[in-house]
């Protein structure tokens, strides 16, 4: 079993910035894929940065050269570091894990439980 949960969400101006972390516990062998999405009001979740085990990273066209992630593996650990923030990218984010883990090292999906990004002046 492995749990992430998240951190820094919470009330911004425009312009702004915020660093969100995901810190991922239990018996964990590798992290192979890290994600963050968001979920705005009356709108469908999405897919707003990746990164993988080789670092390679992958971000919506809404928050390039804004958001960057990056990953801490001796950690267990990722990040959202969000620039230049916009009304529009008020959302709760939630924090995506591809993990091998167990006995038999088999990949398994983890979610957070979302932490509140209100951007707002």
Partial sequence: QVQLAESGGGLV???????L???????IFSMNYMAWHRQAPGKG???????SSGAMTSYADS????????SDNAKNTFYLQMNSLKPED?????????V????????YQ???QGTQ?????
Avoid: D
């Fill in 63 to 70: 928050v390039k050269g804004r958001f960057t992630i990056s």
């Fill in 90 to 98: 008020t959302a709760v984010y939630y924090c995506y894990s591809r």
């Fill in 45 to 51: 979740r999405e897919l707003v940065a990746g990164i």
């Fill in 100 to 107: 091998i883990t167990g006995s038999l090292r088999r990949e």
């Fill in 13 to 19: 101006q425009p312009g702004g910035s915020l660093r």
């Fill in 110 to 112: 983890y979610w957070g």
């Fill in 117 to 121: 990004v209100t951007v707002s002046s």
């Fill in 21 to 27: 972390s995901c810190a991922a516990s239990g018996s």
